[in-house]
């Protein structure tokens, strides 16, 4: 069984990726998981404001010590590089990463402006990551702000850290914007070497007995796979950008039907905190098992096999379905 994938021109034994999130900036899990079958694994995010607090920081002590007079004392004072503020600590994890294992690691950049903190890209780069995934999780609360602006935003973003590196970049984007159609193909344009869908908004609750927001995070269900199904059936072969399908896995099932859309890898997170890291591998020997049950020899068989464009009828994708599911629905006798 050939399970072996491209993703953005890394060379991957099979499509299952774990996705970003706390539990792999653990060393010891990064192993567990590459032993258990994980072709690939995303750091958690280092996000903007931890860099650009750190820059703040630096620039804050430097101008004290200038202020103070005493010149010498700048030669005590420690450089930019050996601060232990979290982007340092941030490289390292990225350093011990590529040490421990021997699947591709890829680094996470979560912001949302233009400015300050984009370039710290090519430090991720250095310390030897594979590709990066960046993260725009932006929620356009003002009022003024238009689609248009919003798009530009991404894309500018994607533009400064694709100018700091060599490596891949992956966008991972929410669902929210009016054609994600356009959006993909315009970040595909601006050099995303792959999509990410999707980004998972965490919302927040109101706590009725406290008033206050509660922001407890929920892992997804396996019923959230719809909306991203949707569009990697959607966009399959007709952007260049590999597609990365994240959220709702939980089973084999669910990383088959992303295949079947046309997903070139599957990736994870709440089933292996969920599970446990040796999830990973139910999941790749359920899915060789599906394969296996079909007489599929590859993953390759498999991919976009039931994307829009190689369906017989693809407006299934579109509204006629809708109309049909909304008319087809049968409402019980007991209400
Ligand atoms: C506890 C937790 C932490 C996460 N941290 C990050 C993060 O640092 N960066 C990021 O891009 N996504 C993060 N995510 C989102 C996941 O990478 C993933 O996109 C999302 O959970 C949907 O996938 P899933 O349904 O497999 O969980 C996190 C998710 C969880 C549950």
């Known amino acids: 069984m050939d399970l072996t994938t491209d993703y953005m021109g890394l060379r991957l034994r099979n ?3 774990a996705s970003a999130s706390p539990l792999n900036s653990d060393i010891g899990k990064l ?7 994980a072709a690939a694994v995303v750091l958690p995010s280092i996000f903007e404001e931890q860099i650009v607090a750190e820059r703040r920081e630096f620039e804050r002590r430097t101008e004290e010590v200038a202020a103070s007079g005493f010149a010498e004392a700048q030669s005590y004072f420690p450089t930019y590089d050996s601060y232990g503020f979290e982007p340092e600590r941030y490289l390292d994890i990225v350093r011990r990463a590529k040490e421990a294992v021997g699947i591709p690691v890829i680094a996470s950049l979560n912001g949302i402006t233009r400015e300050g903190w984009t370039d710290y890209a090519s430090a991720l780069e250095q310390a030897g990551a594979d590709a990066i995934e960046l993260n725009i999780y932006f929620i356009p609360a003002d009022l003024s702000m238009t689609g248009r602006d919003v798009e530009q935003r991404y894309l500018e973003i994607l533009r400064l850290v694709k100018a ?3 490596i891949p970049v992956a966008a991972k984007i929410g669902p929210h914007f009016s054609a994600i159609g356009a959006m993909a193909r315009a970040l595909a344009d601006e050099g995303a070497n792959a999509l990410v869908l999707f980004n998972r908004f965490y919302q927040p609750d109101i706590d009725i007995a406290t008033l206050r927001l509660s922001m407890d995070l929920e892992l997804s269900r ?6 991203p199904l949707l569009w990697i059936a959607i ?3 007709r952007v260049p950008a590999a597609l990365a ?8 099932d669910e990383v088959f039907k992303y295949l079947l859309a046309g997903a070139d890898v599957v990736m994870t997170t709440s089933s292996l905190l969920r599970h446990g890291v040796s999830h ?3 999941l790749l020997d359920g899915l060789w098992a599906l394969l296996a049950a079909r007489d599929i020899d590859s993953v390759e068989e498999v991919r976009g096999r039931m994307s829009q464009q190689r369906l017989r009828d693809p407006t299934a994708f579109e509204r006629a379905n809708y109309i049909q599911m909304l008319q087809g629905y049968r409402v019980p006798d007991a209400v």
């Open 15 to 17: 499509p299952l990726i």
């Open 235 to 237: 966009l399959y072969g």
């Open 280 to 282: 990973m591998k139910t």
């Open 245 to 252: 399908a994240s959220t709702g896995v939980e089973s084999a």
């Open 222 to 227: 396996p019923a959230e796979i719809r909306l």
């Open 31 to 37: 192993r567990a998981l590459e032993d258990y079958g």
């Open 164 to 166: 700091s590196v060599a």
